[in-house]
């Protein structure tokens, strides 16, 4: 009888961490119940507390993906087509409705901040320049001689009011320890206990605080690393991020060069205008 319990136990157990796993990929409960057309044996209602119960931080921001965001005004930026021209070729999967991105172009433009941003450099300790990079396999494939996906630092959106240990905690759940989260055993211990960021980098529309978490040996094991956005997680100089013929995502190397100087010179706040919005004040919408 004890076997049986224990194994029903088992079995919801399961149950759960695959519904957890399921929102940390699709980032939505109602993105969720969609792709699994509705035939879940779990209320919606049932789905957000067991969320909030999980301990997963609940995603911020548009519905529209920030990386898929900054791949549509990277690519507008380069090829400097007219935006309409460039919607026609994004695949079904692409999200962003094209008055969404008139309207961030516009927001560039004048110079309007209206969503928020999490950035993490993280680094061993006493390894202030070899950082955490993955590759970025959130955008959608739009074939304009562009490679898909991009070397990549954590990052999401955020909410402007809530404390930056959630912000930080969401971008460690949704983008380095998916999979730990799943389990619970995600290392919060790695979040100080009073994060200032070193950086505010303006991108898109985007105000994104950037942090640096420093991580001990013990959670250095690359088989933690995990998530449903970005993959091949690794550390990288920050030299050879600044040199890297790959493609980057736009922001990165900005928030690289600052970083170099804050390892310098901790006690100073950097403000910058990403060299995207840069470009994009000479797009024509």
């Known amino acids: 009888m004890m076997f049986q319990e224990t194994e029903i136990?088992?079995?919801?157990?399961?149950?759960?961490?695959?519904?957890?796993?399921?929102?940390?990929?699709?980032?939505?409960?109602?993105?969720?119940?969609?792709?699994?057309?509705?035939?879940?044996?779990i209320s919606y209602p049932g789905m957000h507390h067991l969320i909030k119960r999980w301990g997963i931080i609940k995603s911020a921001g548009p519905n529209s993906k920030l990386s898929e965001t900054l791949t549509?005004?990277?690519l507008l930026s380069d090829n400097q087509i007219p935006m309409e021209r460039?919607?026609?070729?994004?695949?079904?999967?692409f999200k962003t409705s094209l008055?969404?991105?008139?309207?961030?172009?516009?927001?560039?433009?004048?110079?309007?901040?209206?969503?928020?941003?999490?950035?993490?450099?993280?680094?061993?300790?006493?390894?202030k320049n070899s950082i955490l990079m993955g590759e970025d396999i959130t955008p959608p494939k739009i074939e304009l001689g562009k490679p898909t996906g991009s070397k990549t630092l954590p990052m999401t959106y955020s909410s402007d009011s809530e404390d930056p240990k959630t912000s930080i905690l969401r971008v460690l759940q949704q983008e380095v320890y998916s999979e730990l989260a799943v389990n619970k055993n995600i290392p919060t211990e790695i979040i100080p206990e009073n994060p200032k960021p070193f950086?505010?980098?303006?991108?898109?529309?985007?105000?994104?605080?950037?942090?640096?978490?420093?991580?001990?040996?013990?959670?250095?094991?690359s088989n933690d690393f995990s998530s449903f956005k970005v993959k091949d997680h690794s550390f990288i100089s920050s030299k050879e991020i600044l040199l890297s013929k790959e493609v980057v995502r736009s922001g990165v190397k900005e928030i690289i060069t600052k970083y170099n100087e804050y390892i310098k010179d901790e006690d100073k706040i950097y403000e910058q205008v990403s060299e995207l919005n840069?470009?994009?004040l000479?797009?024509?919408s």
């Open 199 to 221: 950086m505010h980098l303006s991108i898109a529309d985007i105000k994104v605080s950037v942090y640096h978490l420093e991580i001990s040996d013990n959670f250095l094991n």
């Open 99 to 127: 008055s969404t991105m008139h309207r961030i172009l516009h927001n560039v433009k004048t110079g309007v901040t209206r969503r928020f941003g999490t950035a993490l450099v993280i680094t061993p300790k006493n390894q």
């Open 278 to 280: 840069l470009a994009l």
């Open 282 to 284: 000479g797009t024509t």
């Open 86 to 93: 460039l919607f026609k070729k994004l695949p079904p999967s």
């Open 9 to 41: 136990r088992e079995r919801e157990n399961d149950f759960y961490k695959n519904i957890i796993r399921l929102y940390l990929k699709y980032g939505s409960v109602d993105e969720v119940f969609r792709v699994t057309n509705y035939d879940l044996p």
């Open 72 to 74: 549509f005004l990277t």
